[in-house]
């Protein structure tokens, strides 16, 4: 199958800021290195660039360059109907924005109080509510669609949350007793519990980020780690695992190391990332952003070895690897809207907005 092939022409936004309705037209060079990356993702294919199959840059969110920008950081985001969530941890504040890059309201502040964040995580969209992920605090917070904090429920390290329907939250954790897969009845708080253990020392170990959750279809959950090269699919009707499965990445990972002193406790551990993101489609496959590679196509664990490119793998809900494709930006997240998709750069701290063309079929 012959995905997407993405391309860049990056410009500077305050709020929101992109070309004409139709978005802006990218450039060969850079078609023509993606489709590279993307052949190369798949095994070694030869994709030739085909313009017409090449994305239009619409609108990019945030500045490093702004005197005020919108947010300072880009820890997470959500979209939903015409409006974009983020969760800036820098700033401890939920802000939103509609899709010209106007921002509507912001809510938050460092602290351990009501309404307060420390850690500010993931973040979760529902037709009435907002749901995060507040990880030093060990709680997840519910606003309002308006950004009015309502009340908290204490999870131990809530590392991911989505949302089934309107009154049923799934938070994924390593810290509850009773299973990863945490189900939240948001009439009663009453929370039932399946699914891990992870495996891998992930569970062991409490960082700022690691798995993290997506909602396919409207009962399977799919769960990913940063610290491991595993999927695993849940049916949340029935509290079962689906399927566990990964593919070989396509360029090695060094090992995770730990080094202990003398007496055999551990001094420093360093961990090395897989998977960043999992997300669907509206085809109903799985999506999962891959850590970031050099741009000789190996594995730097440098900032500055980063490429500007991020590979995006696609299964299906039992497994089946489906193919892969890339996005013109070294992401941290994305998210599918319809034929649009949003990825995120940490390394930017900006949203960056692409019209997508139709996938054409081999």
């Known amino acids: 199958m012959r995905w997407m092939v993405l391309t860049m022409g990056l410009m500077a936004a305050c709020g929101g800021r992109g070309g004409s309705e139709q978005g802006t037209a990218l450039s060969d060079s850079v078609c023509t290195a993606l489709a590279e990356w993307s052949g190369w993702a798949e095994g070694g294919k030869a ?4 313009r017409d199959e090449c994305p239009r840059l ?18 997470a985001f959500a979209v939903r ?6 969760a800036d941890q820098k700033g401890a504040q939920l802000v939103t924005m509609d899709l010209g890059g106007r921002v509507l309201w912001k809510s938050g502040r ?5 309404g307060e964040f420390s850690g500010l995580a993931q973040l979760a969209v529902g037709d009435t509510l907002i749901a995060v992920s507040n990880l030093n605090n060990n709680r997840v917070d519910l606003f309002s669609r308006a950004g009015t904090w309502l009340r908290s429920i204490p999870i131990q390290c809530p590392y991911d949350l989505a949302f089934l329907d309107e009154n049923t939250l799934v938070v994924v954790t390593h810290a509850e007793p009773g299973g990863m897969v945490q189900v939240v009845d948001l009439h009663t708080d009453a929370v039932r519990a399946f699914g891990g253990p992870w ?19 409207d009962h399977l959950l ?9 999927i695993e699919v849940y049916d949340c009707r029935r509290d079962t695992l689906v399927a566990a499965f990964h593919r070989t990445l396509p360029a090695g ?15 420093f551990f360093t961990l090395q990332t897989f998977l960043l993101d999992i997300f669907a489609g ?13 741009p000789d196509k190996t594995v730097d664990c440098a900032a500055e070895g980063v490429a500007e490119v991020g590979i995006i793998d696609r299964f299906s809900t039992q497994g089946e690897y489906l193919g892969s494709y890339a996005v013109p930006v070294s992401a941290s997240q994305a998210v599918l809207r319809g034929s649009e998709i949003f990825v995120s750069s940490s390394q930017e701290d900006m949203i960056h907005r692409f019209a997508l063309p139709q996938p054409r079929q081999e």
Not at 81 to 86: R, S, Y
Not at 286 to 294: C, G, K, Q, T, Y
């Open 282 to 294: 509206a085809d109903g496959a799985i999506n999962v952003l891959l850590r970031p590679f050099a």
């Open 199 to 217: 495996p891998f020392l992930s569970a062991n170990i409490r960082g700022n980020r690691d798995l993290h959750c997506a909602v396919v279809g």
């Open 47 to 50: 994709l030739a660039p085909v």
């Open 58 to 75: 619409m609108t990019e969110y945030g500045s490093r360059e702004a005197a005020e920008p919108p947010f300072f950081s880009v820890e």
């Open 253 to 267: 990972v060094p090992d995770h190391s730990v080094k202990k002193d003398a007496g055999g406790e551990m001094m």
């Open 110 to 114: 460092a602290g351990q109080g009501p």
């Open 222 to 230: 799919a769960v990913c780690s940063y610290y491991a090269n595993h």
């Open 81 to 86: 109907g015409d409006t974009l969530f983020v």
